[in-house]
């Protein structure tokens, strides 16, 4: 049994949707990660992010803290088509260095507010993931990276996803973070 998923590095609710892959993982469920620039209007460089209150900001607060993922939030909005597309090429070598890489980019931007935009970063996250820094060096200067990012994009378009994080589950598409018993009740009837 397997679900997609979409995400973008700098959604807070798939920060969180960390945990919700985490759920489905452990019982048994393979998670097929998919990048999706969310915000693609958010030049190189970043853009200043306002200030993040209000319920929306609270409910992240809280659905942060029961997953156990720390949650600082930047003063920009960075710019993510380079991680995304670093991801994609990892992706295309190993789900499971990709993956880690995944949760080390969410950590940098959403923990310790780090320029996920830094191709040294990435180059040192990829690298600690287990995956070949001087190959994603070269597939992000000769487009492979970008073309890999592309494909997800137009895979997203076909279930017509359009926001993050979305989860498709048995040909059916589910859009924005649901609470941890949402999917623990899924993985008991995928399980069947």
């Known amino acids: 049994m397997s679900v997609d998923h979409w995400f973008d590095f700098v959604c807070p609710y798939c920060h969180i949707a960390q945990d919700r892959n985490r759920i489905l993982r452990d019982s048994g469920i393979e998670v097929i990660e998919h990048g999706l620039r969310i915000h693609p209007e958010i030049p190189a460089g970043g853009t200043p992010a306002g200030p993040r209150i209000g319920p929306s900001y609270d409910l992240l607060t809280q659905q942060a803290e029961e997953a156990r993922l720390p949650l600082n939030w930047s003063d920009r909005m960075p710019y993510t088509g380079t991680a995304l597309a670093a991801f994609e090429w990892l992706n295309s070598t190993d789900r499971q260095v990709a993956e880690r890489f995944a949760t080390s980019v969410f950590t940098a931007y959403f923990a310790e507010q780090l320029d996920i935009e830094s191709l040294d970063l990435l180059s040192t996250l990829a690298e600690a993931a287990g995956g070949d820094p001087a190959g994603l060096g070269a597939a992000l200067a000769d487009g492979t990276a970008y073309g890999a990012l592309v494909l997800s994009e137009e895979h997203a378009a076909k279930y017509e996803v359009m926001t993050t994080p ?10 924005g973070l649901r609470p941890q018993r ?11």
């Open 166 to 175: 979305t989860w498709v589950v048995t040909g059916q598409v589910v859009s």
């Open 182 to 192: 949402w999917f623990r009740d899924l993985t008991r009837v995928l399980q069947g």
